[in-house]
């Protein structure tokens, strides 16, 4: 049996009531359908997807309905079969609470699968490009919150070898438990993907993070790694420390790499990927079926049987909540993902999508109302449990005073929005909240830095074309004169020369007149 691999520690973190066993002890049940689906055309980080379906078409299961904008962007395809029934803003799971773009799908309980591209059995004599594409048409996006197009992740033509794809299965965050059960489930199809995923990045060996406090996911992982037979794999159980699912942290965890600053974990030989994404390319590669559900936990004092769903993408939350038995008395609020790094939902209406692992209704007595916010006391001690090892007081004097450019300073894109500095805060101030606001209106500056860019480079294109165009007529206009006096030049000079043997001519003729008379009067 190996030794034990030696872990390396990430700065700060917190020990948290996990609340697991609320919801894991039950197998994942799947959704009945909805009387409509409503599917967002933002699902994923990038350019949005472009709809290539109208109003009144009939589309089948796993059709694709949205494509992918860019190369940084995710189609969507139908949860199942049915008619849309509008295209147009509807709410949609987002801290701001706005309206987006959607498709509503009207499901006619059919359930009829569309026709599905061959599944890629002979993946090891594939190309890893067209691994990426099946990927990329899948709509695949990273299923740990990021929502990250995986097919772009993937693709690491460019950069340094990869060494390590490390599979992120720690699910540090309280309450959440759909990759517990998942993996307790699907193990063997985990296991299928990392193959896969191992072949197209080029990784020698692949490491499974995982928390501590989930001992029958690691065994049944481990089960089927024994039974495929890859001892390429390796399962590491990591304490129980929130974030340890963190992205540079679990890196930094089971390899001892840092992750620069604004760089990827390319940087350090590493490709990391959620667990329930692994299973996602398993079941495109495999079985050539497209991203259309994920598992969903619903859980907290406020529902009556919690427990983790495979959801369909567009199911309202309130369907959801239903399946688990209804809301309780001790029902507040509503949370999409978990108690540290969700936000809460305005309206119970709103769909699940790609991004969506949970929705918890904690009761008053789990997650009492946040009291009202005082003065900072600059006690340091967020800075002492923040895992990216930030001042996250700087990062909220300048957020506060909108002062972007200093906020960048202090490192801001750094921030993995985890909620440790808020959580300890003992003013009880929403940092998290500044962080945010101060990154969405960073990048809204970009957006018209772009746009103005944009605007001066077409401006000055204009007018170097009108100068050129200019340019061109006059020079055309020098030639034509150039060759006008060339030619005139031409012309006159026969004229010239006949005018002047006509007056040689005349002279010869003159002189021997006047030479006949001199020799006449000489007689």
């Given at each position: ?25 039950t ?17 994923h ?25 860019d ?16 295209i147009?803003?509807r ?93 307790r ?14 072949y ?52 930094k ?74 809301r ?74 909108q ?13 993995i ?88 001519r ?9 030479a ?8």
């Amino acid at each position: 049996m190996a030794e034990p691999r030696e872990l390396s520690h990430f700065h700060g973190g917190l020990h948290l009531d996990d609340h697991k066993d609320e919801s894991n002890t039950t197998p994942i049940r799947d959704l009945p359908l909805p009387a409509h689906l409503v599917l967002p055309l933002q699902q994923h980080i990038g350019h949005v997807a472009e709809p290539v379906v109208a109003v009144g078409d009939k589309v089948n299961k796993g059709q694709m309905v949205a494509r992918a904008a860019d190369y940084v962007s995710a189609p969507i395809h139908a949860p199942t079969s049915g008619t849309v029934s509008a295209i147009g803003r509807r709410p949609v799971p987002h801290p701001s609470g706005l309206d987006d773009l959607c498709i509503t799908l009207e499901p006619d309980g059919e359930d009829r699968w569309d026709t599905l591209p061959a599944p890629i059995t002979d993946w090891r004599d594939t190309e890893p490009a067209e691994l990426r594409e099946r990927i990329r048409w899948a709509g695949i996006v990273g299923l740990g919150g990021a929502a990250f197009p995986t097919a772009v992740k993937v693709n690491t033509s460019g950069q340094r070898r990869i060494d390590t794809l490390l599979v992120n299965a720690a699910e540090c965050e309280p309450y959440i438990t759909c990759d517990d059960r998942l993996m307790r489930e699907q193990a063997a199809d985990i296991v299928d993907g990392i193959g896969i995923l191992r072949y197209i990045v080029g990784a020698a060996h692949c490491l499974i993070g995982i928390e501590d406090n989930k001992p029958e996911a690691a065994a049944a992982l481990r089960s089927a790694i024994a039974t495929a037979g890859d001892d390429a794999i390796e399962v590491v159980e990591v304490p129980t420390l929130y974030p340890s699912g963190g992205e540079r942290q679990l890196i930094k965890l089971l390899t001892g790499h840092e992750v620069p600053s604004h760089g990827l974990p390319a940087a350090v030989g590493v490709v990391c990927q959620n667990v329930a994404t692994v299973a996602a390319v398993a079941d495109a590669v495999l079985r050539g079926r497209p991203l259309i559900d994920r598992v969903v936990t619903a859980t907290g004092g406020g529902i009556a049987q919690p427990g983790n769903f495979r959801v369909r993408f567009g199911t309202p939350a309130a369907s959801v909540i239903d399946a688990a038995g209804g809301r309780t008395g001790a029902y507040g609020r509503l949370i999409l993902g978990g108690p540290m790094m969700g936000f809460t939902l305005h309206d119970e209406q709103v769909p699940i999508t790609k991004a969506g692992n949970c929705l918890l209704a904690p009761s008053d007595e789990e997650l009492p109302p946040p009291p009202a916010q005082r003065p900072c006391i600059r006690c340091g001690e967020c800075a002492r449990v923040c895992p990216a090892q930030l001042l996250p007081q700087q990062l909220y004097w300048q957020a506060r005073a909108q002062d972007f450019d200093k906020v960048q300073d202090y490192h801001l894109f750094d921030c993995i929005e985890c909620g440790c500095c808020a959580f300890v805060c003992p003013a009880h101030i929403p940092l998290v909240h500044y962080y945010r606001f101060a990154k969405t209106e960073i990048w809204a500056q970009e957006r018209e830095r772009d746009k103005s860019d944009l605007a001066r480079r077409r401006h000055e294109a204009r007018v170097a074309r009108i100068e050129r165009l200019e340019a061109e007529r006059k020079a055309r206009l020098r030639q034509k004169k150039d060759a006008l006096e060339k030619n005139t030049a031409a012309d006159a000079d026969p004229k010239k020369a006949a005018i002047a043997a006509a007056m040689q001519r005349v002279a010869a003729k003159k002189a021997a007149q006047e030479a006949a008379s001199e020799t006449s009067d000489s007689e």
